[in-house]
């Protein structure tokens, strides 16, 4: 039981490259996140998933978008990759409830450097 | 603008000691409330979460809310060296999907 997984864990890319950053669950859960995390700023929401079939920008989307390509599977995608985006990213995802959505799952991240 | 606030810290307390964090949000209408541990350069691991005003206990871990006040604390007991790492507060407002995350407090234990 892999839980949340993450892929590439590393990733260096110069200044107006693309990439996708890949996540995929396997607890069943219907609703997935990506977050970035930075020093001093704590982790912030890029973009969520509520359910298959649906993707919501959170705080800070700008630079990305996002696919829910199934339920096991939300990807995060950079189309020109800049200096401000280097950053930890971590996908998560949990599972609503009808009083209480569960904790989030965290995958192992992703450490983007942007030359 | 939902917010979650935690003391940076460091926050050190002896081998054995108490260590008591606290975090304060914004939102009244939150329901749902986390604690996670981060390691240093690894992922969050869920501790606990807790719905319900009053005291949550799971082994040396112990969540309290008050939903009056408007803060959620996290004690840990019998503090060991290995749990020196950044603790993350996060809550989920009512109605919406979105976990919000203090920027996290980070605990020494002296040995």
């Known amino acids: 039981n892999a839980g949340v997984t993450q892929t590439p864990k590393f990733q260096v890319l110069k200044t107006g490259q693309s990439m996708t950053l890949q996540c995929a669950q396997d607890m069943n859960h219907n609703s997935m996140y990506w977050y970035r995390q930075d020093p001093g700023m704590g982790l912030r929401l890029i973009y969520y998933?509520?359910?298959?079939?649906?993707?919501d920008k959170g705080e800070v989307p700008n630079g990305y978008n996002v696919s829910r390509l199934n339920k096991r599977e939300f990807s995060l995608r950079l189309e020109s990759a800049a200096p401000s985006q280097t950053s930890v990213y971590f996908c998560a995802s949990s599972e609503p409830g009808r009083l209480h959505n569960s904790p989030l799952h965290f995958g192992n991240g992703t450490r983007l450097t942007v030359t | 603008q939902k917010e979650v606030e935690q003391n940076s810290g460091p926050l050190s307390v002896p081998e054995g000691a108490i260590a008591s964090l606290n975090c304060t949000y914004s939102d009244r209408g939150s329901q749902s409330f986390f604690w996670y541990r981060q390691y240093s350069g690894k992922s969050p691991e869920l501790i606990m979460f807790?719905?319900?005003?009053g005291d949550k206990e799971d082994g040396r871990f112990t969540a309290q809310l008050n939903k009056a006040s408007q803060y959620v604390s996290l004690l840990i007991r019998d503090s060991q060296p290995s749990d020196s790492a950044t603790y993350l507060c996060a809550v989920l407002p009512q109605g919406t999907y979105k976990y919000i995350f203090g920027t996290g407090t980070r605990l020494k234990v002296l040995a």
């Open positions: 998933s509520a359910s298959e079939g649906t993707t």
């Open positions: 807790i719905y319900s005003n």
